[in-house]
């Protein structure tokens, strides 16, 4: 990004900001959830792709009484229907195991992406949490190689009451087109937020022992 | 039935509790974290932490969000902020960041004319947002590095560096919470510091929740969740904030195919 001077981009803000003023209460009258309903293409853009599910997923939200109002079992839900296809839990848990993963067998390894799904689910519907009418989701401008297999689409969440939340997701792609499999909340990557709990885990009590702590974990 | 009482009479339980937390004292001498060599002592403070919160601050910021009205709570927030926006730009300049210095200030000036005196975060609305900082990210894009993870008391998280920063800022006279502590009027500085201290709690109701919705051992997951954040934000000062994590090394080349080999045996 290039700036000019600081001097000049401090008046142009402060041009910008008394300029808005006066249309911010107007603008806040106006629902600005007006994005058209997209179609999604898992094989186009990665931001067009990250848009349109999560538009998706917004507006369901807010069309949704109960989750709107909170109702984190029907967030789940919702979650589970229109963010789930898109995501690769197989690699998330996989990655999260780390050099573990390759002590598991295949049953075992079975077990440990299906007991850790709830734990993504709940994680994804944080991102999904605390939305109201004036929530919308702002995909920011792509940074990298767009031609890359592996991408970072950076979004942000804002809401009426409460700072912008930013929310990344981290995507690969594959023969059926591009796939979720890692997302930060403000700046904390999911995977990497498990790498030591699952290793503290199958420490004290193996493999098995994870799944079960994971799968506790799920009757929450 | 009586069998039953007696399995729940306090002093079973208060044995209970101090196996468990025999256990936990074991463990965590297996499975040591680089950047936590003090994890036994902290796994201590932090659930002496835990215990306070549970019993006295959590109570209070519940009744604060269930007694006030959302718009008051956000103006609270926001008057805290603003406050502490002037802090955040002081250290941008420290950092050399002077575009980032001028657009805090910029939001000062216009949250504390237009926003009311800071209640309203007009800034934010227009697309102006907040870029928090602190004296302990400076010294970060100075080249200091964290040193080893420290749960405070109370105060909970922190490391080595960011603790003697808030630490030293605040003896030093140029933390954004010394000026209220300049005030003479002694209820109105306690009743400033209750508020704040209040505000801050309930902002972290929601995370706190998410937490408990999603961990699987809440000391590992808010331990390495506030030194990704922590380092995500001198990196990105640094310039390099469109790093990932790299989980490349743990991931063998060969292994998806053993698996899907194995699994259509």
Redesign the interface.
Known sequence: MH?PN??S??SG??K??IA??GL?ISA?MISVSAHAQAAIDAKGAPNDFVQAVADNALQAVKKDEAAKSGD?KRINQLVDQLILPYVNFEKTT??AA??H??QA??QQ?QALVEAFKG?LI??YS?AL??VDDVSRIDIQPF??DANADDV?VRS?VTRS????VGVDY?LEKTPEGWKVY?INI????L???????????I??SGIDGLIK??NQ?NL? | MKNNARFTSPRLRLGVVVAALALTGC?TV??P?PRDPLERLNRGTFAFNDAVDGAVFKPIAYAYRDLTP?PL??CVGNIFGNVEDVWSAFNSLLQAR??D???T??RV??NST?GLGGCID?????????IKNDLGTTLGVWGLGTGPYIVLPFLGSSTLRDGTASLGGFAADISPLTPVMAIDNVPVRNVILGTYAVDKRE?LL?ADE?V??????RY??I???YL??RD??VNQRKGDG?A??D?SD???PD??DN?AQ??AR
């Open positions: 700036y600081t001097l981009s401090l803000t402060a910008r900001l808005a003023a911010a806040l984190l996989r990655l780390g050099r993963w390759r067998n295949p390894q734990t709940r994680t944080g949490a605390n940074r990298g970072v942000l009451n409460g700072p912008a981290r890692d403000e700046n904390i990557w995977i990497q937020n498990y790498r030591n709990q699952f290793a503290q885990q420490q004290q702590a994971l974990s929450k | 463990a297996e499975s974290s959302a709570r956000s002077g575009h210095f001028f657009n200030l910029g000036m216009f237009m007009v800034a934010t609305m227009n697309g102006a947002y907040r902002s929601d998410m408990n919705r999603t961990a699987l051992d590992s997951f331990r390495d969740a990704q954040q995500a934000l469109s990932v994590p989980y743990d991931e063998l292994y998806s698996g194995e699994a």
